[in-house]
């Protein structure tokens, strides 16, 4: 079964920048959308950005747009998120997830990678 597998994640001081990678294992994900979900000790689990497969437009969440950005590589089977101007608030575990259809919510999300932690110091 294909798997998904985050990393990148670092502690890193606000204003600073990050990059994550979400590898696929093969192939399969190539045609689906790929979304970024992180969630906050304590809190639930919250949309971040996604990818759509068939025409690669993306869509990202009022708390992070314009600072972050969300890209794919099928060549390499590799979804990114770029993280820029970090803040506290952004500290969470992210994590990488795949969906047949176009959602922002985690219930339609099948697929899922284990995280990557990220803390953002003050």
């Known amino acids: 079964q294909a798997q998904l597998q985050e990393s990148g994640g670092d502690l890193v001081q606000a204003g600073g920048s990050l990059r994550l990678s979400c590898a696929a294992s093969?192939?399969?994900?190539?045609?689906?959308?790929m979304g970024w979900f992180r969630q906050a000790p304590g809190k639930e689990r919250v949309f971040v950005a996604a990818i759509i497969w068939t025409d690669s437009s993306t869509y990202y969440a009022d708390a992070v747009k314009g600072r972050f950005t969300i890209s794919r590589d099928n060549a390499f089977n590799t979804v990114y998120l770029e993280m820029n101007s970090l803040k506290p608030e952004d500290t969470a575990v992210y994590y990488c997830?795949?969906?047949?259809?176009?959602?922002?919510?985690?219930?339609?999300?099948?697929?899922w990678g284990q995280g990557t932690q990220v803390t953002v110091s003050s």
């Open positions: 997830a795949a969906s047949r259809i176009m959602s922002l919510v985690p219930e339609d999300y099948g697929h």
């Open positions: 093969d192939r399969t994900f190539n045609r689906f959308n």
